[in-house]
Structures are given as C-alpha cells and as structure tokens.
C-alpha cells in the first residue's frame, strides 16, 4: 500500500486570524467539543465524540497565525466490529496551514500518518472531509458549522 496522507485544501470567505481562532479555540463550532481549548504549545486537549464513538487527545506542538500544528497523544477510536483502529491515531499529526489572500483564506489540511493502509482510512476520511471541508468551510463562511452532536 501507498503511505499518503489525508489531504485537503478550502478557501474561506473568513480573514487568516478568523481561521487561527477555529483551529485554536473554536473547536465546538465545526468539529466537536474538547475538554480545554488550544492556547499555547504543549497544551493537551481531549476531543470527545461520545462513549459510542470515543475520543482522541492531542498536544499542540505549534501554534502560529500560519500554522497549527497537534500530535495524537491519546486515541480510543471506537468502531464496531474493527477494535483494531482503536489506537490506529496515535501519533499521527494535524497540520493546518493558512494563508490569508485579502478577504479569503486558504487552508491546507494534512492528517499525517491517517494514510491508506491503516483500517480506518476511508471512515476516517469520510469524517475529515464532513468536518473539515464541509463544516469547517461552512462554520468561516457563515458562522453556522456542522459540529458533532451526540444523540
């Protein structure tokens, strides 16, 4: 198998600090609730998806108006009927890359390590993509994201 990552890259109708804000304390407006915000290096924040689905923590390892930048340092990824992806995020990188261009933004979304081999690829490319593409673009665009809701 090949080892590329997930990769994803939107425009926003939002400026470069609007975006910085999202991927450091803005978590619950398009993805899901962590137990903290990201406001420095080294913080670690839980991001929960319920007892049905499980979680996965990760440490800032650099925050910049460019880049932010977290390494998986807890996964309980749970998937019925394939207890082998539980663990499957740890150590993998989410790498955010924003260049502002006026009154838009682009980001470049990598998952390093989320790559073809691992079993939970194509569920989890499914999710990056509801949440990154969809409601992360929706959320700067509009103000309105798509966020997880546990039922």
Partial sequence: MTDRNYQRAITVNATAEEVYVALTT???FWWTTP???IG???????????????YWSFKAIELTPER????CVAAKHLVE?????ETEWLDTTLIWEIEGQGDKTAIHFEHHGLSLDLHC???CEAGW??????SLRAYL??????PFQSS
Avoid at 68 to 71: A, G, I, L, R
Avoid at 81 to 85: D, F, H, L, T, Y
């Fill in 121 to 123: 690829f194509e569920i």
């Fill in 26 to 28: 803005g978590y619950e």
């Fill in 129 to 134: 993509d509801m949440f990154f593409a969809d």
């Fill in 35 to 37: 137990d903290r915000p």
């Fill in 81 to 85: 009927g394939k207890p082998e992806v």
């Fill in 68 to 71: 932010v930048k977290m390494v």
């Fill in 141 to 146: 665009d509009t103000g309105i994201g798509k």
């Fill in 40 to 54: 420095k290096v080294g913080d670690v924040s839980k991001f929960g998806f319920s007892r049905k689905h499980g």
